[in-house]
């Protein structure tokens, strides 16, 4: 009996399962840190959304241009329906009546945080599992 084909076999057998299980490792660590950190991300939004509520009810524009800075750092400057997120907030600091441009507001950012948990289940997937990316919904 030959034992140098069955070595061989053994070793690639070792490293394919090596690269396997290190590959798994990493990609379920990607995935926690990556989740936990956009989970991070969405509380900031809403904590962050209430405050801009907040200053446009009490027609507080240095607060709000304080907060639309906040949320361009937190924004994809890329992103259209982020900058009109920015617009949205902007528009609030020149209104008498911000309860009517609220809602404009507050329904931007729910499409916002629907497709990034949204994305955030598609990326935990498998990647045997995913079929086609969530695309973001652009408010009406």
Known sequence: MDLAPFLTSAVVAALVAGLVTLRGSERKIQIENITQERA????????????????????????????????????NPHDAEDQAILTS??????????????????????????????????????WFTRCSPPVRVAYK
């Open 89 to 126: 907030i902007s528009g609030l600091r020149n209104v008498q009546d911000p309860e009517r441009r609220l809602p404009e507001f507050s329904g931007r950012l729910s499409y916002l945080l629907k497709h990034d948990w949204e994305r955030a289940k598609y990326e935990a997937k498998p």
């Open 40 to 75: 991070k991300w969405r509380e900031k939004i809403r904590a962050n959304a209430l405050l801009v509520h907040q200053a446009a009810m009490a027609k507080d524009e240095v607060k709000l241009a304080e907060l639309q800075l906040v949320f361009a750092l937190l924004l």
